[in-house]
């Protein structure tokens, strides 16, 4: 029901998901009157692959996190989480409003035992491929002991989703030189040399997309991580106006857009945000992805989409072991 | 004698502003003996508005501030802002170390009364034109206060070199809503609200290039505002290299290149970061401009004009004499 589109996004995704992946079970929550109207008849053409679970509320985009867990109890915000609580789904997809779906996760489905906060991680893209990074908004202050632990879970997740190693870790600062930082990126340096990650020290904020190295995970407290993401936005949306600007000048300009066109469509395609769209909460005893709440069809399928690799590659008991034996391994030194 | 290239940068530069301005006087600072066998002939061109400052050492990329600050006393770079201090020049433009370079402004030149901590402004383009910036990395940890300073300064000088009565000033956070954001960004904005400034609120990343409102100063703390600027930095380096790729694919696409040249060119020059070079240290009794290191000529020729706007606009008298009266107001209040 989420988002600034509701059921008129999420259900063409959902469908074509279901048409793209044979193996792919979808539960859709939300009213049902609402629902079964706009399923009509292809309600039937899955079958047991797709199903309604009712519920009576909805989240709105600016209910407060406190407001939506304990006045809202049969959202579907709320209803969807439950369903991964019991079993029934392996993961939630939402594009609802992150601070409910944040806080109604983590009281429904709880903290892995070790990690003291949930983390968001994305990826985006880089001229390399592409480079995930957390957390991007979750924590607005973190001690370098969360940076410690955002690192373990992201770089477990790229492991299983990337199926590489040893994954790069770099920690986000404002130099790339030991004395530069505050005090909590510096600890952070500390505890991940010591960690057995792949930690190849700082990066800069240029590293996000084009940095001198490749750098498989970055790592960032919730403010910076938010700030950095949404300024590569603004200049992506920056870069995209002018270019438009300059092709449509005048009529010739307009000319050469009109045979450039498959070749600024491909630009576009490489780099086209809604590929990249969905975020995952690290730390929680279950899946939640997060769909951008302006996601169109495209977009909130990529996201349906991260959700299948995810639990394909096991993400979440992955992480569970591994933060469980990163602990172990402290206490016995 | 600093950044990347030294005097094969700085002095054609030099000499491009020299003509370029009239009214213009260059004093150059550094090893004697290498400016004039660069500068050979070109030193009488110029006649009395170009002369030369001998420096027998200079500070490189990687001595550390309290070095240069220390055992390099007769350095470009100090010698430089010496000039300064002595009313010999009005601004000193700088491609070396930016540590150094804003730890030797600070011991030289002291601070302006009231404010306790200097902070670096720049501008970006936008898709209105362009946003002023600051901190973008003097400071690593802001106090609610440091970030009310920065405001006010900040201000301060887009009315001045804007021309602009009452410029628009946001507070970068991760949301625009009151709820949003760490402590001190919060108290921040309690003090921006009764500061008499056009405080807008909270502005998020994507203010810096293309925000939903035209925002002329963008507050941070410097950690916050450097991650900011090198990621847009990064994104634009990403950007120009698929759009590269894209158009060298092929015969055919190369082809279209060399159709679109002018207008790529055009697009190119929009956002040339080069346009956008330097960046001034707020907070001293004096005007110093970094650049860029890794600036070419045009890059530190558009470096050395904002010294020129700001000395015509006489940028760091009116800063001081508002600081003067907004901590007077306060002491009354």
Excluded: W
Aim: glycine share 8%; charged share 25%; net charge negative.
């Amino acid at each position: 029901m989420g988002g600034d589109f509701g059921p008129e996004v999420t259900i063409p995704a959902s469908l074509e998901c279901l048409r793209a992946n044979p193996d792919l079970n979808l539960i859709l929550v939300g009213d049902e009157a609402i629902l079964k109207q706009s399923l009509a008849q292809t309600l039937n053409d899955f079958q047991s692959r797709l199903s309604i679970v009712h519920a009576s509320e909805r989240v709105e985009m600016d209910d407060s996190p406190s407001k939506a867990l304990k006045n809202k109890k049969d959202s579907s915000m709320r209803v969807a989480i439950n369903l991964v609580k019991e079993g029934r789904a392996d993961a939630c997809v939402s594009a609802g409003n992150t601070g409910a779906l944040m806080a109604t996760a983590k009281f429904v489905l709880k903290m892995i035992p070790g990690v003291d906060r949930p983390a968001i991680i994305s990826t985006l893209p880089s001229i390399y491929g592409h480079t995930h990074v957390l957390d991007l908004g979750a924590n607005v202050d973190c001690a370098a002991e969360h940076l410690f632990q955002f690192a373990i879970m992201g770089a477990e997740l790229v492991k299983a989703v990337e199926n590489v190693e040893n994954p790069t870790v770099g920690l986000l600062n404002i130099g790339e030189e030991e004395v530069k930082g505050n005090e909590q990126v510096k600890a952070a340096a500390q505890l991940l040399k010591e960690s057995g990650l792949n930690y190849i020290g700082y990066v800069e904020g240029n590293s996000l997309n084009a940095g001198h190295v490749k750098v498989d995970l970055i790592v960032a407290d919730g403010f910076v991580g938010n700030v950095a993401l949404k300024s590569i936005e603004g200049a992506a949306k920056m870069f995209s106006s002018v270019l438009k600007e300059a092709f449509s000048k005048n009529l010739l300009t307009k000319l050469v857009a009109v045979l450039a066109y498959p070749i600024l469509k491909s630009f576009k395609q490489r780099l086209d945000p809604r590929l990249y769209n969905g975020a995952s909460f690290l730390g929680l005893r279950g899946l939640v992805i997060k769909s951008h709440g302006g996601a169109d069809v495209l977009a909130f399928r990529t996201a349906i989409e991260l959700a299948e690799v995810e639990i394909a590659h096991d993400v979440i008991r992955k992480i569970s072991e591994k933060v469980e034996a990163t602990l172990a391994n402290r206490e016995n030194t």
